[in-house]
């Protein structure tokens, strides 16, 4: 009888706990499907973007760097993915970022998730030696391993833009500047709230009418909300409050 009781309970703990897993690989499966490939390709890119360099090595790599090499202002910044999307699909995002002279590298990760290697950021700061200072960003999974790192460096980065992510929260000892950018209408990241963990140097910006997915080029993400702005008008806000933010901390 005992035995039956003992079989019992051990499958009220588990069919949760199994209905729960195949959902998130559900998810998982379903993300890869559909949000892993930017809608335009390197070429179309490189044609709308001119006035900046745009190079994709076989790996998936992607850097963006100011054509003119006048233009260059020696600071770079290293950008984490979100969760299987193509790098290059941020390009739209961060074309005028390069523009005003940051030399930017968007790294592919394994199975494109970021989490597969959270240090990937010290590799490409020591294989560029001539970049002066660096700033760490990311989108989505790619924002939360950007802080995680972030709290683990021994690089003095300057500071970390989170874009519609929560941060770690052994980040928010580290003394060190933070932007917190997303849209008031994302169905994945809900915002901040008045209890997170935030360093004390923390700029929040909100996009009325911004979602999650726009902020990339790869199309509609499942659970997200729809937004009320175009993407073109939401990453455009978006720059701004990132540009915004560099040009305050460059030279703190």
């Known amino acids: 009888m005992a035995t039956k009781k003992k079989k019992k309970i051990i499958y009220i703990v588990l069919i949760p706990v199994l209905v729960i897993v195949l959902l998130l690989a559900a998810y998982t499966v379903y993300s ?9 390709s390197l070429e179309e890119y490189q044609q709308a973007y001119s006035d900046i360099t745009i190079t994709q090595d076989s790996e998936g790599n992607v850097s963006l760097l100011p054509s003119d090499k006048s233009e260059i202002n020696n600071m770079g910044i ?14 739209p995002l961060l074309s005028e970022i390069a523009e005003d002279g940051y030399t930017i590298y968007a790294p592919q990760f394994p199975c494109g998730m970021a989490f597969f290697d959270v240090d990937t950021a010290e590799g490409i700061m020591a294989d560029h030696p001539e970049i002066k200072a660096w700033y760490i960003a990311g989108h989505s999974m790619g924002g939360r ?3 995680k790192y972030a709290s683990t460096d021994d690089n003095h980065l300057l500071g970390v833009i989170s874009i519609s ?20 209408l994302d169905g994945i990241y809900h915002g901040v709230e ?3 963990p935030l360093p004390e140097d923390t700029t929040i910006c909100c996009l009325d009418g911004a979602n999650h997915a726009q902020f990339g080029d790869y199309g509609h993400q499942l659970m997200d909300k729809e ?3 175009s993407p073109e008008k939401q990453r455009k806000k978006g720059i701004k409050c990132i540009l915004k933010w560099l040009h305050k901390h460059d030279n703190n």
């Open 227 to 229: 937004a009320t702005i």
């Open 32 to 40: 890869l499907a559909h949000t892993s490939k930017a809608l335009h």
């Open 145 to 147: 391993c950007a802080s």
């Open 165 to 184: 992510s929560p941060v770690e929260e052994e980040f928010a000892d580290e003394d060190m500047p933070l932007l917190m950018l997303y849209g008031e």
């Open 78 to 91: 290293i950008f984490y993915q979100g969760a299987s999307v193509e790098p290059i699909a941020y390009v």
């Open 194 to 196: 008045s209890d997170d």
